[in-house]
């Protein structure tokens, strides 16, 4: 079955970086796109990131906009999030989410996410 | 503050039938994008339960069913059972913002 499994999160100080992975498994990873989203505590949920199914094309919140970058290693099954220059608000839950639509004509949505995994941001 | 507005809280009885309502604008919901729904259970991965407004994925229940009108969205759950306690929320997509976006969420309580 498809499974996608977060990990990386924990504490941070401000003005550091954190690397988030995604392991996928249950399906072949190079078919489809991938977001990052994220879920502050007691507020909604936040797409930060997405990167198309052959990495070609990748795209931003522009809260985050040049200081995360998302990757993936199609060898590994692995979607990555590097995020630099962190920030509190920068505390949240990061989902890892397949997306089974096109973002170009606004049709993204997805059909499978992961547990997440918590980032805290704090001094 | 989110693009789509959901009630923060909705409560049914066992049996019942519930709606739980998304409204957008002209941006997103109104501009003919579709409304895509999810069932999430705290500390669980969300669960796909509606997609492109009105289709369900093979395995949700026929209790589940989505609609729109104007620039809002609506999921009906009918027969509501005990396991259908959860947070439901609402995507689209917003052309002003060019990107996904979502509603705050409604935290379902079967009473």
């Known amino acids: 079955q498809v499974q996608l499994v977060e990990s990386g999160g924990g504490v941070v100080r401000p003005g550091r970086s954190l690397r988030l992975s995604c392991v996928a498994s249950g399906f072949t990873f190079s078919c489809c796109g991938f977001y990052w989203v994220r879920q502050a505590p007691g507020k909604g949920l936040e797409w930060v990131a997405l990167?198309?199914?052959?990495?070609?094309?990748?795209y931003y919140a522009d809260s985050v906009k040049g200081r995360f970058t998302i990757s993936r290693d199609d060898s590994k099954n692995t979607l990555y999030l590097e995020m630099n220059s962190l920030r509190a608000e920068d505390t949240a839950v990061y989902y890892c989410?397949?997306?089974?639509?096109?973002?170009?004509?606004?049709?993204?949505?997805?059909?499978?996410w992961g547990r997440g995994t918590l980032v805290t941001v704090s001094s | 503050q989110s693009v789509l507005t959901q009630p923060p809280s909705l409560s049914g009885a066992p049996g019942q039938r519930v709606t739980i309502s998304c409204t957008g604008s002209?941006?997103?919901?109104?501009?003919?994008?579709?409304v895509h729904w999810y069932q999430h259970l705290p500390g669980t991965a969300p669960k796909l339960l509606i997609y492109?407004?009105?289709s369900r994925p093979s395995g949700v229940p026929d209790r589940f069913s989505g609609s729109k009108s104007g620039t809002s969205a609506s999921l009906a759950i009918s027969g509501l059972q005990a396991d259908d306690e959860a947070d439901y929320f609402c995507q689209s997509h917003d052309s002003s913002l060019s990107g996904v976006i979502f509603g705050g969420g409604t935290k379902l309580t079967v009473l």
């Open positions: 990167i198309y199914y052959d990495g070609g094309k990748k």
């Open positions: 492109a407004t009105t």
């Open positions: 002209s941006f997103n919901i109104g501009a003919g994008f579709g």
């Open positions: 989410a397949r997306d089974v639509g096109d973002y170009a004509s606004g049709t993204s949505h997805f059909d499978h």
